[in-house]
């Protein structure tokens, strides 16, 4: 089959490599006909995270039809259009049966990579490095689910592929930052980056309740659909002396009651701090610019929350004694999926929630690098492509 490869740094090519199998009773194939790009992807085609080997397959979030399954799997069949979480869960280990699926016991089969950095491992990923299991990621033709009937969700008749695609990632990670935030009727969140997961936050806020959302970003473009699809207030961080200052005024003074951060260690921003970051990330000194994350820290009100789903590696200035101090709640987490899925689906069902809109480009599994280069450099308005089989 084809499939999209990593080859070493800024190097993806789509090369043709075995088909999976079936290698347990509880596997599925699917045929992938959706998969799209996702920021965390860049981590590694940078080489910021570590953990790829050449001829990895990359890509996480995807539909598909499924065409094969092995002999346990009951609950779906060849021919079913599905849906599946980015991280893989068993469904049966103490933290599945807790809805903490991406921390699954069970699926992450290299732990030794991990546990020395994390102190024990969490579940594995699709096509996102040694260190998160090494599995074979969805830019390709097929692909290899284990636990099926755990982690395929069926796609309700009459819905696109388009209008499910980010389910798979970016809408369950954002609602889970959103209903991190416990909001109440009347309340205000804020939300640092209008990528998918951003803009998906911003929804799932609104459909949690939030009073007001406030989004944060640098591109009119995103912005835009941040006040279209969200029903956001926005402000270009590049356009004001200070985010902590024009947060204040529009909140009375007091602040927003939640801040989102969604858009982790590839965060741009101005200034001296930025300055810094920037360069000490260069010289991989540290892995993060965590311009986003240390004025949602700020900015907060006191005694309020904090919801971290930027992905992170070591971060230094972090500024613990302004969390101490002013109170603030840290909720993170990698993505829940499996518990947040079926809810996304009745949202969409029922008219609530389309994500399709982050879908820009379209293009072939065969020009998927150019995708990559657009898609990382923002280029022609360039929010999501999705390549479509
Ligand atoms: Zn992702
Ligand atoms: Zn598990």
New binding site residues.
């Given amino acids: 089959m084809r499939a999209l490869c990593w080859n070493g740094v800024n190097d993806l090519r789509v090369e043709t490599v075995p088909d999976p199998k079936i290698v347990n009773p509880h596997d599925a194939i699917l045929r992938i006909t959706m998969s799209t790009t996702c920021g965390s992807d860049l981590h590694f085609i940078d080489g910021y995270i570590p953990g790829m080997r050449e001829g990895d397959v990359i890509g996480h979030e995807f539909v598909g039809e499924v065409v094969d399954v092995g002999r346990d799997v009951t609950r779906v069949k060849p021919g079913d259009r599905v849906v599946v979480p980015s991280f893989i869960?068993?469904?049966?280990?103490?933290?599945?049966?807790n809805q903490l699926?991406s921390?699954?016991?069970?699926?992450h089969p290299k732990p030794e990579l991990q546990e020395p950095l994390l102190g024990y491992h969490t579940?594995g990923v699709y096509g996102y490095t040694h260190l998160f299991g090494g599995y074979a990621g969805s830019h390709a033709q097929y692909m290899r689910i284990p636990h099926a009937d755990v982690d395929c969700f069926p796609i309700p008749e009459g819905i696109r592929d388009e209008q499910v695609l980010f389910l798979s990632d970016a809408a369950p990670t954002g609602f889970m930052a959103a209903d991190f935030c416990n909001i109440k009727p009347g309340e205000t969140v804020a939300v640092w980056g209008c990528g998918g997961v951003g803009l998906m936050a911003q929804i799932g806020a609104r459909l949690m309740g939030a009073a007001r959302v406030i989004a944060i970003d640098r591109l009119p473009e995103r912005l835009a659909m941040a006040r279209l699809h969200a029903g956001a207030e926005t402000i270009d961080y590049t356009q004001v002396d200070s985010v902590l200052e024009v947060l204040k005024e529009m909140t009375g003074g007091r602040g927003p009651d939640a801040c989102i951060e969604a858009v982790g260690m590839e965060a741009d921003g101005t200034g001296i701090q930025y300055a810094y970051d920037r360069a000490k990330q260069a010289l991989r000194l540290h892995t993060d610019r965590g311009q986003a994350l240390r004025e949602a820290i700020m900015a907060c009100r006191k005694g309020g929350i904090l919801s971290m789903v930027g992905v992170y590696g070591l971060m230094d200035k972090f500024p613990l004694g302004v969390m101490m101090n002013k109170g603030l709640t840290l909720r993170t987490a990698q993505q829940h999926g499996q518990k947040y899925v079926p809810r996304l689906l009745e949202h969409v069902v029922r008219g609530e929630l389309d994500p399709s809109f982050l879908v820009t480009h379209r293009m072939s599994l065969e020009d998927s690098p150019r995708g990559y280069e657009m898609f990382k450099h923002k280029t022609d308005g360039c929010v999501r492509v999705a390549f479509v089989q």
Avoid at 103 to 107: G, R
Wanted: proline share 0%; charged share 10%; glycine share 12%.
């Fill in positions: 869960s068993c469904g049966n280990c103490w933290f599945c049966r699926f921390l699954c016991d069970n699926t579940g």
